[in-house]
Structure formats: C-alpha cells, structure tokens
C-alpha cells in the first residue's frame, strides 16, 4: 500500500511561485510512475506534470512548473513559477506502477493518490 500526503499549497498573486510537496509511503517509491493533477470544481482532473521514464508536461505549463523527485527521501516536488490564475485549483499527487507513456498524464496511468492541496492564484 502507498501513501500519498501533499503539502505546500497556498495562495499568491499572479507571477508567484509555491513548491508543492509529495511525501510518499512504501518500498517501492522509485519504481512508481509519478505524477502532479490538478482539478477545479465541475471540471475533470487534469494531468500537470509526470515522472515515469522521463519527464512530462500538460503545454499550459510547459516552462513554468518544474517536477523532480528524491528517491531517497521518498518524495515528489513540483516548482510552480510565474502563477497565473487560471492555474488555480486542489493539487494531488499520483503514483503507480509504469504505464503505457500514453497514460503519463492520465489519471487511468496511477493508482494511489494523495488527498491533494489547493493553490490559489489571485490577479
């Protein structure tokens, strides 16, 4: 079993910058596939930024988020720079099992999630 806990979410103005924090459970965090969604209410859970055989970005973030992850402390980032507030919604962790590349930013690709952490983005 994994456990997923976020941390760092918050509110800042547009240009901003936050550092989310995933703190995962279990043996075999470094095997998982690794990824950041982001959900707004009435939408569907949109994938961010993945880390499975490399590194994956939604274009709406591409050069602004950055996803990295420490193996050895068991834990996920995600660097949020230049906010805007279209980026506002509740964050979650993923993880899982490597699955088809195709998957890496769809929420079908993970199995475990965190409980999220919302980021709020004011103009």
């Known amino acids: 079993q994994v456990q997923l806990v976020e941390s760092g979410g918050g509110s800042v103005e547009t240009g901003g910058f936050l550092r989310l924090s995933c703190a995962a459970s279990?043996?075999?965090?470094?095997?998982?596939?690794m990824g950041w969604f982001r959900q707004v209410p009435g939408k569907d859970r949109e994938g961010v930024a993945a880390f499975s055989s490399r590194e994956y970005y939604v274009d709406a973030v591409k050069g602004r988020f950055t996803i990295s992850r420490d193996n050895a402390n068991n834990t996920l980032y995600l660097q949020m720079n230049s906010l805007k507030p279209e980026d506002t919604a509740m964050y979650y962790c993923?993880?899982?099992?490597?699955?088809?590349?195709?998957?890496?930013?769809?929420?079908?690709?993970?199995?475990?999630w965190g409980q999220g952490t919302q980021v709020t983005v004011s103009s």
């Open positions: 279990g043996p075999t965090f470094e095997t998982f596939s």
């Open positions: 993923a993880a899982g099992p490597p699955a088809n590349y195709k998957l890496a930013l769809h929420p079908q690709g993970y199995k475990y």
